[in-house]
């Protein structure tokens, strides 16, 4: 990544994580300990080779290390000017507020989507008191607002979606009707589905910036074709009205991933 884009340097903002240890390439569980904090900003430092990592994320909370001390060691990056911003990933309302009142937090990065709308109870509007942008990930619902699967898709052994209950072949056929009710906004405007899915998150709030994955060039234009989609009131309306009244079923990761999130 720093080889690719060390042409960009000043042109490109930079977002990194922390918060796991690693043990040739895989992951060996949660650490968030400031020693490990800064031992990870250094070493992304020079493997991104840039000066000064523009926002800097704790990847998931650490139930073994306060926030505080968490939010406290990234404040002494700031202040050595390796890290410019604090970013904080599937956190609670009162995890944010702790942390943001040793450090204040740029953005949070969580799910949201149509079919995952649980940061509207209490999560959004913190972020809005306290002035924190968001980042929602998997605006696509794993690729699945796309239209792009049915009720046969399966994935393979090595596809993340593959552990994923909300994915299993069961809940796929029922939670189809996301799928119809995007499909149909699409077709009247003219647009594909995953761009529907999309511009309802740029529509929701200006500082909300989804973070759709692709590993295809003409899914990332689409996706930056979702800028130019533009609801009415009455649009809104209609698909959040729609969209609150479908059931999904399924949980949004396998057990042993849930236990990864602390809220």
């Known amino acids: 990544m720093g080889e690719a884009l060390e042409p960009f ?9 922390f918060g796991f240890n690693f043990e040739n390439g895989v992951s060996t569980g949660l650490n968030s300990r400031p020693e490990n904090i800064k031992k990870v900003a250094e070493e992304s430092l020079k493997r991104l080779r840039i ?4 926002l800097f994320y704790q990847h998931r909370v650490d139930p073994n290390v ?3 001390d968490v939010a406290g060691a990234v404040k002494d990056l700031i202040q050595e000017g390796k890290v410019k911003y604090f970013g904080l990933s599937e956190a609670g309302v009162q995890i944010i507020r702790r942390a943001h009142s ?4 740029t953005a949070l990065q969580s799910e949201y989507s149509l079919w995952w709308r649980e940061p509207e109870e209490a999560i959004i509007p913190t972020l809005e008191e306290l002035g924190i942008g968001f980042v929602p990930f998997s605006p696509l619902g794993k690729g699945f607002l ?17 552990t994923v209950p909300r994915m299993s072949p069961e809940n796929l056929k029922a939670n189809m009707a996301f799928v119809e009710l995007i499909s149909d906004v699409a077709k009247r405007k003219n647009v594909t589905p995953a761009q529907i899915a999309l511009a309802w998150i740029l529509a ?8 759709p994955g692709t590993t295809k060039l003409h899914r990332l234009q689409e996706n930056l074709g979702a800028d130019a989609v533009k ?11 729609a969209s609150s ?9 396998s057990s042993g991933s849930a236990k990864m999130i602390n809220r």
């Open 66 to 68: 306060p926030i505080e």
């Open 51 to 54: 000066e000064a990592i523009d």
């Open 204 to 211: 929701q709030k200006p500082w909300f910036v989804p973070i």
């Open 146 to 162: 796309t239209g792009k699967m049915d009720t046969s898709t399966t994935f393979d052994s090595k596809d993340f979606r593959s």
């Open 102 to 105: 040793v450090q204040p937090v």
């Open 245 to 253: 009244s479908i059931a999904v079923q399924g949980e949004r990761y």
């Open 9 to 17: 340097k000043g042109k490109v903002a930079i977002a990194t994580k």
């Open 231 to 241: 609801f009415t009131a009455e649009e809104l309306h209609e698909i959040n009205t």
